[in-house]
């Protein structure tokens, strides 16, 4: 059971550059999001959709952009990589609502650097 | 606007020693509350949750909900303790996960 898998681990990028992080779940989770985690900012929510087709922004999501056209696969792009975007990307996904188990399960993380 | 407030960036304790790890939150509705731990070169996971009342790993939260907190505590720290703990808010639509700044607990021997 493969969970939630991240890819690519680390990426150095120029400023300027576009990349896309890639985020696939095999349980079926309705919903997904994504994370930066920053020292001492803990995680802040960039993007999160409740499920296919439907995507909402997050607590910073300039920068970013998401799109979800299947249940497993949440891709987090960004268009023109800044320096500011230095961060580990971490992808969540769970059952949406109220559910009991809501658990969020997280992917390994991706360390961006921008340069 | 929720919020998740984690007063201490760091911890350090004694093995044996009691540990509280702080979280304030808010928030206008009924909150539902988690505790996450992220250990070395580990993926972030559950700790516990406070709708359902339990103890993980010798750790327990109560909400309370007249001071806004959620405290995680252990009576006797252990050194497999050591990780970076957050404390998490999910909204009344259950779409909002919100994280608090984090606490790295350091249990040392």
């Known amino acids: 059971n493969a969970g939630v898998t991240q890819t690519p681990k680390f990426q150095v990028l120029k400023t300027g550059q576009s990349m896309t992080l890639q985020c696939a779940q095999d349980?079926?989770?309705?919903?997904m999001s994504w994370y930066r985690q920053d020292p001492g900012m803990g995680l802040r929510l960039i993007h999160y959709?409740?499920?296919?087709?439907?995507?909402d922004q997050g607590e910073v999501p300039n920068g970013y952009n998401v799109s979800r056209s299947t249940t497993e696969d949440f891709p987090l792009r960004l268009l023109s990589a800044a320096p500011s975007q230095t961060s580990v990307y971490f992808c969540?996904?769970?059952?949406?609502?109220?559910?009991?188990?809501?658990?969020?399960?997280f992917g390994q993380g991706t360390r961006l650097t921008v340069v | 606007a929720q919020r998740v407030t984690q007063p201490e960036k760091l911890l350090s304790v004694f093995k044996g020693a009691p540990v509280e790890l702080k979280c304030n939150y808010s928030?206008?509705?009924?909150?539902?509350l988690f505790w996450y731990v992220q250990y070395s070169r580990q993926r972030l996971q559950l700790l516990l949750r406070?709708?359902s009342r339990e103890s993980i790993k010798g750790f327990t939260a109560d909400l309370n909900k007249g001071e806004t907190s959620f405290h995680l505590k252990k009576p006797f720290a252990q050194e497999e303790d050591s990780a970076m703990y957050y404390c998490?808010?999910?909204?009344?639509?259950?779409?909002?996960?919100?994280f608090g700044g984090g606490t790295r607990l350091m249990v040392k021997p």
């Open positions: 959709s409740v499920g296919a087709g439907i995507t």
């Open positions: 349980m079926n989770h309705e919903y």
């Open positions: 969540a996904s769970r059952l949406t609502g109220r559910k009991v188990n809501t658990e969020a399960f």
């Open positions: 998490a808010l999910r909204d009344n639509a259950g779409n909002m996960l919100t």
């Open positions: 928030y206008s509705g009924s909150p539902e």
């Open positions: 406070h709708i």
